[in-house]
């Protein structure tokens, strides 16, 4: 088993930065990927940004290329997305999520085994 749990959600103006964490414990060698998902109010839960275990090949949806960048600290076992010039419409709970298949489909939301319990980010205008 994985056990993810993030932190760092909160309430900023627009403009404004926030840097979100996630945790990692168990079986956390398992893991091929992991990637931060979003699901604003109403709206189904979307894919935001993946990274490789070993911190390569990072992949952003493209309203957030240029703002936001995701990583890692292996020596943490934690993955951080730092978001900077943010927008009302990146308004949402955040969720870290992780892949133990190998998956090349990092943008599917299907193919990440586990979880975390989500985070929420309020941007205001």
């Known amino acids: 088993q994985v056990q993810l749990v993030e932190s760092g959600g909160g309430l900023v103006q627009a403009g404004g930065s926030l840097r979100l964490s996630c945790v990692t414990s168990g079986r956390a060698e398992r893991i091929h990927r992991m990637g931060w998902f979003r699901q604003a109010p109403g709206k189904v839960r979307k894919f935001v940004a993946a990274i490789r275990w070993n911190g390569a090949l990072p992949y952003y949806e493209d309203s957030v290329k240029g703002r936001f960048t995701i990583s890692r600290d292996n020596a943490k076992n934690t993955m951080y997305l730092q978001m900077n010039s943010l927008k009302p419409e990146d308004t949402a709970v955040y969720y870290c999520?992780?892949?133990?298949?190998?998956?090349?489909?990092?943008?599917?939301?299907?193919?990440?085994?586990?979880w975390g319990q989500g985070t929420q980010v309020t941007v205001s205008s």
């Open positions: 999520a992780a892949d133990t298949s190998g998956s090349y489909a990092y943008r599917i939301e299907s193919v990440y085994d586990y």
